[in-house]
């Protein structure tokens, strides 16, 4: 038996032989050894080569190839867990009136919050969490429709709310394709109504965000200086600024304090309405999907309710429902407004009779929309 040199060591030529590996390993084995007794051929992909269906979809379908879509209808044939993933989305608590007492909708409006975002001190996109939260609220909105619908995406210009619209397009069209559902789909675009609320810095109005970067540069040297007095604005930010740095809420500070640099909550919920009512004249009958920012929601949601329900999660939503004029509406159109088990009866405002409440208001009052038989059985008088 002859001896090899290992390290300066003789070392006989089987121990040489039990260190030195020519075979392939041992999972790579098992699976040649698999192939052959299926009798597939191994060089040939298991995974349909379409970029046009999500990855995941692809894979369980190669794996079971009589999952594809057929004539049958997909409640039909679908196994107790698909079952069960399409019937989530609608076993809760409300209870669904009959259809002779039910309203027709002529819009189904969801105001959502971002998801997760890098920081609110710059214009930061989503974080991985952040898209995945987008992406799941999109399917669970594939589970909750029917075919033949009709889903518009807007969003507000900022990089999070712009990237939550993107990702919950993707995941309603990756679901769309699970479920086999059939919709309209209007892209994401920017809807300037729903933006963050505004603030009032020396070079113009601008977005809260964006604003904190020029507040952020000035209040160092101010601090370092202690030459003069601050600025009324940078006072009004800074206090802003420091009540969520020390772990309360700011937007509460907004909703609640009176900030001259600062766009008023009601404001917020006066262009909110506004763009609910250009995008139900633009798009009757579609669901709306408006991915936005928190402090507007916030307050769109407490004018609604009359009592602050609280900050909204990430990606959590208050759905406004436009409801069909019919022999029921008086006054105005109407819609309901819901947000964490609470739902509201409200009248849609009409933006253009509001005040505009300037320093010097002329306002006239409201146009009076009574009719010509109503004024007569009034009487007529002053």
């Known amino acids: 038996m002859s001896d090899v040199e290992q390290n300066g060591v003789s070392m006989p030529e089987q121990d040489r032989s039990q260190k030195d590996r020519h075979g392939a390993p041992e999972y790579l084995a098992r699976y040649r050894k698999n192939i052959a007794a299926t009798g597939a051929d191994e060089t040939e992909s298991p995974v349909p080569d379409d970029t046009d269906t999500p990855l995941y979809l692809r894979q369980f379908r190669a794996r079971n190839p009589g999952s594809a879509p057929v004539d049958t209808p997909l409640w039909q044939r679908a196994t107790l867990a698909q079952q069960q993933a399409l019937t ?136 370092r200086s202690a030459a003069r007095d601050r600025p009324q604005w940078v006072v009004e930010m800074d206090r802003f600024w420091r009540t969520q740095q020390g772990g309360g809420d700011p937007i509460a500070h907004w909703l609640t304090i009176p900030l001259l640099h600062f766009e008023p909550p009601a404001m917020c919920v006066r262009r909110f309405w506004s763009g609910i009512n250009r995008l139900s004249a633009e798009f009757p009958g579609a669901r709306l999907a408006i991915a936005t920012h928190s402090g507007c929601i916030r307050a769109f949601a407490v004018s609604s309710l009359g009592y602050d329900p609280g900050e909204p999660y990430n990606t959590e939503h208050v759905r406004v429902k436009l409801l069909a004029e019919d022999d029921r509406t008086t006054n105005g159109r109407d819609a309901t407004v819901s947000y964490r088990n609470r739902v509201q009866e409200v009248k849609v405002p009409q933006i253009d009779q509001l005040p505009t409440w300037k320093v010097h208001d002329d306002w006239a009052g409201f146009v009076s929309t009574a009719t010509p038989s109503a004024a007569a059985a009034g009487g007529g008088g002053a």
């Open 88 to 223: 989530e989305a609608s076993r809760n608590k409300e209870i669904s009136a009959p259809p002779s007492a039910a309203r027709a909708l002529r819009n189904d409006v969801y105001l959502i919050r971002h998801g997760e975002t890098q920081g609110y001190s710059t214009d930061s996109g989503l974080t991985p969490q952040g898209a995945w939260q987008a992406h799941s609220w999109g399917k669970t909105l594939a589970r909750r429709i029917k075919d033949g619908e009709t889903v518009v995406f807007r969003h507000a210009a900022t990089a999070r709310a712009t990237e939550t619209a993107q990702q919950i397009h993707r995941g309603l069209q990756d679901g769309l394709i699970q479920y086999e559902k059939d919709i309209t789909i209007i892209e994401p675009a920017v809807a300037n109504e729903f933006r963050n609320f505004g603030f009032v810095a020396p070079d113009g109005l601008k977005d809260v965000t964006a604003a904190f970067r020029e507040y952020s540069a000035l209040l160092e040297g101010y601090e």
